[in-house]
Every structure is written in structure tokens, then in C-alpha cells.
Nanobody
């Protein structure tokens, strides 16, 4: 089993940037596809970005061109660089890991992920 710990959340003004990190431990990190999800109050948890074991990436439409997901297998860490932040990006952001997907697949649904972090709060003020 893999353990995931997010960090990097905080309060930022609209137009600002944050970088979230998710450190993994317990199993071989490179064997997992990784995803970032977010959940705003009263809303469903939604996928923000995903990265396959091979490094392929995918994004939800609302963050394309603003957010970048990346991974460093040597550091067992996945990142989410968030630029041009908007108030509607305010949410708790969760890191997730999926071991089952094929090497090049970016898992896009919540049910595909097996392991979750505890979340980190991102607040964007207007």
C-alpha cells in the first residue's frame, strides 16, 4: 500500500500561483498513475489533472493552460503547478494513486484510484 501526503496549499490572490506537492511512500512510486482531484464545499470531488506511469498527462477543461501536473520518480513526488488562479479554483485538493492502469493510461475517474491523501486547502481570494 502507498501512503500519500499533500503539501503546498494556502491562500493566494486571484492571478497568483501555487505549487502543490504529493509525497508517496510505501511502494514503488513509478508503478502508479497519479491524479489530482479537488472538492469545493457542496460539490462533487472532481479530477483536475492526471499523469500516467509513462508521463502522459490529461486535464479537466477548466484548468487547461493554467495548471501543469508533473512527477519526479526519483523523489517519489507528484506536483501540481497552478498559475493564473481564480476564485473558482478554491477547494480542498487531493492527491490519488492508481496501480491498475496500463503504463500509458491517465485514469480519469475517481473510481479508478485506490489510494488517497488527506487533502490540502487552496483558497483564492478575489
Amino acid at each position: 500500500q502507498v501512503q500519500l501526503v499533500e503539501s503546498g496549499g494556502g491562500v493566494v490572490q486571484a492571478g497568483g500561483s501555487l505549487r502543490l506537492s504529493c509525497a508517496a511512500s510505501g511502494r514503488t512510486f513509478s508503478n502508479y498513475a497519479m491524479g489530482w482531484f479537488r472538492q469545493a464545499p457542496g460539490k462533487e470531488r472532481e479530477l483536475v489533472a492526471a499523469i500516467s506511469r509513462s508521463g502522459n498527462t490529461a486535464y479537466t477543461d477548466s484548468v487547461k493552460g493554467r495548471f501543469t501536473i508533473s512527477r519526479d520518480n526519483a523523489k517519489n513526488t507528484v506536483y501540481l503547478q497552478m498559475n493564473s488562479l481564480k476564485p473558482e479554483d478554491t477547494a480542498v485538493y487531493y492527491c490519488a494513486a492508481d496501480q491498475a492502469s496500463f503504463f500509458t493510461i491517465t485514469p480519469m475517474t475517481r473510481d479508478e484510484y485506490d489510494h488517497w491523501g488527506q487533502g490540502t486547502q487552496v483558497t483564492v481570494s478575489s
